[in-house]
């Protein structure tokens, strides 16, 4: 008898896991269940989109709904909302009212914007999360000149909006109440380089005040609609053009939370499995494992959204699969420039930096009783993975030499032999 599997969200979690299910299982019956009619697509391109950058069907890296379909053999029920999912019985029900039972269950719900109720009555605000998100303010762009804009939210997406839109022309204010740029990534000094490069280019930074609210104010005749946004210390900025960038939630509202445990995000083992056996959750819905706190946490990356999805499907179609989990790290290009945050940088330590006058980058490193716990490298991609890996297996207690080749790269992209002698040596 087929066993049947259902799929609810269709992002980069849910069509990895959809492929794992499939190599593991060729005779299941797989339906996919997406609140949208869009092929899984990828969040951080939306800017690339809204730049013009990126053609709106490089949004899509694994083809249209159509071809995912007959490619993997699966049902895909398209702008279908999943109220509820019954954790005991297995089932789900659609907005619609139907009840359907499975084998096995994946959450791959995502993640959405945020917007506080101080902002939600503003109809003329944008957001940066979702296709339609970057569609809307495309076109806004297209048929209207902006001079000024409000970017709220100094995140990896804030910036990279600010820069589209810097780019254009428009005058734009970056603002957030954490005291500096990258506050999640970046060591306090790294922000404030970041910092004064991007103010030496003309965009200002209002940082380390609450962002108490924001109302639509009238624009010069014909001009359209303005913004006024409070500040905590009682300033106010005026702008044509507002997107709201705060930050993400976990989009969990199907389960209950006396049958599946869910702190931020949906808890999940190791092998990606819920609280409640059968169901399953992946990609940033769902808390992964930390290797650095050894705490469930969600880490709302597009790299382990699809090993989480994977991991999820090949165990929900029999197979045995573990994740150790992941570290959190972001790598982002902005404003002809490049950072890279590898740890977490709450964690304190001995502080080393270099500055390589001939390659022109900087590192920062934080190292904690005897082992790196974090690095910040400024216009330096090229060693970026080579450090990520090495952190990682220092986590999961496996060997931390360099090979030949990683030393020879390392040192070719500018770091020193006394650096790499160091690395080691703490470990």
């Known amino acids: 008898m087929k066993k049947r599997f259902a799929i609810i969200g269709f992002g980069c979690a849910g069509y990895h896991a959809l492929e794992a299910i499939r190599q593991t299982d060729p005779d299941a019956q797989i339906d996919i269940y997406s609140d949208t009619a ?5 969040p951080m391109l939306t800017t690339y989109y809204v730049a013009g950058k990126l053609p709106y ?38 907005r619609q009212g139907e009840s359907r039972p499975y084998d096995r269950i994946l959450l791959a719900t995502g993640a959405r914007a945020f917007v506080p109720e101080a902002f939600a009555g503003l109809k003329g605000a944008f957001c940066m999360r979702t296709v339609a998100d970057a569609v809307k303010l495309h076109d806004a762009l297209a048929g209207r000149s902006y001079r000024s804009a409000v970017v709220v939210g100094a995140s990896m997406v804030g910036i990279k909006v600010a820069e589209l839109l810097h780019k254009q022309g428009i005058q734009v204010t970056l603002a957030d109440m954490a005291p500096h740029i990258f506050a999640l990534a970046a060591y306090p000094e790294v922000s ?15 940082l380390g005040q609450p962002i108490t609210g924001g109302e639509e104010i009238p624009g010069p005749e014909g001009a359209g609609t303005r913004y006024k946004v409070h500040l905590g210390n009682g300033e106010t900025l005026e702008t044509d053009l507002l997107v709201l960038n705060i ?22 083992n190791t092998s990606m499995e819920t609280s409640a056996p059968g ?15 050894g705490q469930t ?25 573990e994740t150790d989990g992941n570290i959190l790290h972001n790598i982002t290009h902005f404003l002809d420039m490049d950072f890279i945050g590898l740890g977490d940088n709450r964690l304190t330590g001995e502080t080393y930096t ?3 006058r001939k390659k022109d980058f900087y590192l920062q490193a934080v190292v904690r009783d005897g082992k790196p716990v974090g690095f910040n490298i400024l216009d330096n991609y090229g060693i970026s993975g080579i450090l990520k890996a090495h952190l990682v297996r220092m986590l999961k207690g ?21 650096f790499l002698d160091y690395l080691e040596a703490a470990v």
């Open 57 to 94: 069907e490089g949004l899509f890296p694994f083809g249209s709904l159509e071809e995912i379909g007959a490619r993997y053999q699966a049902r895909i029920f398209t702008d279908t909302h999943v109220d509820r999912v019954d954790a005991g019985k297995r089932t789900l029900v659609t």
């Open 354 to 356: 270099y500055w390589s």
């Open 247 to 268: 930050g993400t939630r976990a989009s969990t509202g199907m389960v209950s939370r006396e049958e599946i445990q869910v702190d931020r995000g949906i808890v999940v």
């Open 297 to 321: 946490q969600i880490i709302g990356l597009w790299a382990n959204a699809g090993i989480q999805g994977r991991v999820a499907g090949q165990n929900m179609a029999g197979g045995s699969r």
């Open 398 to 418: 496996e060997p931390c030499r360099f090979t030949p080749e990683q030393r020879g790269q390392l040192l070719r992209f500018g770091l020193e032999q006394k």
């Open 38 to 42: 869009m092929a899984p697509y990828n």
């Open 192 to 206: 404030a380089m970041i910092q004064k490069r991007i103010e030496d280019m003309g965009i200002r930074m209002a």
């Open 279 to 293: 169901i399953y959750g992946a990609g940033d819905c769902c808390q992964g494992n930390n290797l650095q706190s």
